[in-house]
C-alpha cells in the first residue's frame, strides 16, 4: 500500500467516527421529536426501530473506521520515532500516519461505546412526556 493510500485511510480513520456519532445523535434527536411532536404524528413513525436502525448503521461505520484506523498502524509498524529526525520524508510520514492511526484507534473505540449508549438511551428511555 503505498504512503497516499495509507493517509487516505488515516484521515477515514481519524475523522469518520466523529462525523458519525454527531449525524447520528442529530438524527436521533429529530426522530425523537417528530415521534413525540404533534407535527410528527401522522408520519407513524416507530421510534425504536428507527433509534435501533440508526445505531446499528452507525456503529457499522464506526467500526469500519476503527479497522481502517488498525490497517494504517499495522502498515507503518517499525517507524522509527528515534532520537532524530528521520533520514528521508517517507520515514517521516510513516511516523505521522503511525501516530495518528493510534489515535484513531482510541478515539473510535470511544465513539463506538458512545454510539451504543445513546442508542440503548433512545430506545430504553421514555421519549415522550407530557408535562
Known amino acids: 500500500m503505498t504512503l497516499r493510500q ?5 484521515w477515514l ?3 469518520l467516527g466523529a462525523g458519525v456519532w454527531v449525524a447520528q445523535h442529530l438524527i436521533g434527536s429529530g426522530l425523537t421529536q417528530a415521534d413525540c411532536g404533534a407535527g410528527g404524528a401522522g408520519w407513524g413513525i416507530s421510534n425504536d426501530a428507527w433509534q435501533a436502525a440508526l445505531a446499528l448503521a452507525a456503529a457499522a461505520l464506526v467500526l469500519s473506521a476503527e479497522a481502517a484506523a488498525i490497517t494504517v498502524f499495522a502498515r507503518t509498524r517499525g517507524a522509527g520515532f528515534g532520537d532524530g529526525p528521520p533520514s528521508d520524508e517517507g520515514e517521516l510520514r510513516r511516523t505521522r500516519l503511525h501516530f495518528f492511526a493510534a489515535a484513531s484507534i482510541a478515539a473510535n473505540a470511544i465513539f463506538f461505546l458512545i454510539i451504543v449508549l445513546d442508542g440503548v438511551a433512545s430506545i430504553v428511555a421514555t421519549g415522550c412526556r407530557q408535562g
Open 6 to 10: 495509507l493517509g487516505i485511510l488515516q
Open 13 to 15: 480513520g481519524l475523522l
